[in-house]
């Protein structure tokens, strides 16, 4: 029997949503191509979501080809062999098929050869890769290095450090077996996963529900990528008045409605307005190397004018301290304060990021 979901309407009435299996494989790897996101890399790393590039669909590989070549913010290949529940080969001949992709893939492709096939697909190439390095939160550099980028990738192919993904509507319990034994097996290198991807067609478009399948140890070891710190982790690489200072800060951007992020050696503030789906970056706050703090903002495509106009109008506010430097990058523009500055003026800069959160939510 089909699965349903449930969506309440704004009369409180409940519309059931069927799923209904997909038509073609076809239109199920194309989904994934146009939306890698659907991959749900959230459910594999909770700490440090995955996120792609499509590298090429229908990858050439000795007379075949993987459905499609995907490659993480990590540099990490991704090959994706995509199937419908219905199709008896997902049970197990698919996973000998994947095996063979990538016992050869190190001697078949290379950086030079993937990067060539990516950038010949892309219109800016470049800043393809710098936002797919940045992430969400602007990432941890103003300049992205692309060449350490693809020479990451080689370095993986050659340690045959990759990760093989079957995409299916219903995954079966064999399918599921075999992912789970291969996934305890080849820890060090290969990680193998299945993604469920499910719709449920209804009135006004389409719900998509993915679950991650075949996970069998903690998400943030696997790949050699250290978990995000706790709170006091980060903070205890502050001098002690900065950490005061700083800690008053994060108490009043909480309680202004900001969202805190902790990452491996910064600690991000984003606010949100119900002009735009994502967040909005305010501020980054990087605790290594005496601290760095920053108040920027991230250029992001396709943003409302209003909201630009809020992102120019907080950065202008500094525009006359003399205690500041200037961040402008390629991909952010705002200001950074040192950390006898940062400790001195907390009470100002506190008040012109609870300022900014609040604004910008009532937007």
């Known amino acids: 029997m089909a699965e349903k979901i449930y969506i309440r309407n704004a009369g409180g009435v409940l519309e059931p949503l069927e799923e209904r299996e997909f038509e073609t494989e076809a239109m199920l790897e194309e989904l994934i191509a146009l939306h ?7 459910q ?4 440090d979501p995955l996120r792609w590039v499509l590298v090429k669909p229908q990858m050439e590989i000795e007379g075949w080809a993987v459905d499609l070549l995907l490659i993480d913010q990590h540099s990490y290949p991704t090959l994706v062999e995509v199937k419908r529940g219905s199709n008896r080969e ?15 893939a190190a001697s078949v492709w290379s950086d030079r050869g993937i990067r060539q096939v990516f950038e010949d697909a892309q219109d800016g190439p470049g800043e393809v890769i710098g936002r797919l390095m940045k992430g969400d939160d602007g990432g941890e550099v103003d300049e992205p290095d692309i060449d350490a980028f693809w020479e990451r ?22 399918l599921e077996r075999v992912v789970k034994f291969l996934n305890e097996q080849t820890r060090d290198n290969l990680e193998v996963l299945a993604v469920e991807v499910k719709q449920y067609p209804g009135q006004f478009g389409d719900a998509l529900v993915s679950r991650v399948i075949g996970q ?4 943030s070891s696997r790949n050699g990528r250290s978990p995000n710190l706790r709170r006091d982790e980060l903070l205890d690489a502050l001098r ?4 005061v200072a700083m800690l008053s800060l994060l108490d009043s951007v909480t309680n202004a409605g900001g969202e805190l992020r902790y990452r491996r050696t910064a600690i991000t503030v984003r606010g949100r307005s119900s002009k735009w ?7 980054r706050f990087y605790v290594t190397d005496g601290g760095r703090f920053e108040f920027t903002i991230d250029y992001v495509d396709g943003l409302p004018e209003e909201l630009r106009t809020f992102q120019k109008g907080y950065v202008s506010e500094f525009n006359s301290d003399d205690f500041i430097s200037t961040n402008n990058g390629k991909w952010v523009e705002g200001w950074v304060v040192d950390s006898d500055n940062f400790v001195k ?6 008040g012109r990021l609870c300022s900014a959160l609040s604004e910008l939510a009532n937007l």
């Open 36 to 42: 890698p996101e659907l991959l749900a890399g959230e």
């Open 153 to 174: 990738v080689a370095t993986n192919l050659e340690a045959n450090r990759m990760r093989l993904l079957f995409v299916a509507d219903e995954i079966p319990a064999e």
């Open 240 to 243: 002690p008045d900065a950490r």
């Open 216 to 219: 069998v140890n903690t998400p």
């Open 90 to 104: 997902i049970r197990r001949a698919v996973v000998g098929q994947m095996l063979d992709y990538a016992a050869i």
């Open 44 to 47: 594999m790393r909770p700490d």
């Open 277 to 283: 789906p994502g967040p909005l970056y305010l501020a």
């Open 345 to 350: 003026h907390i009470e100002l800069l506190t």
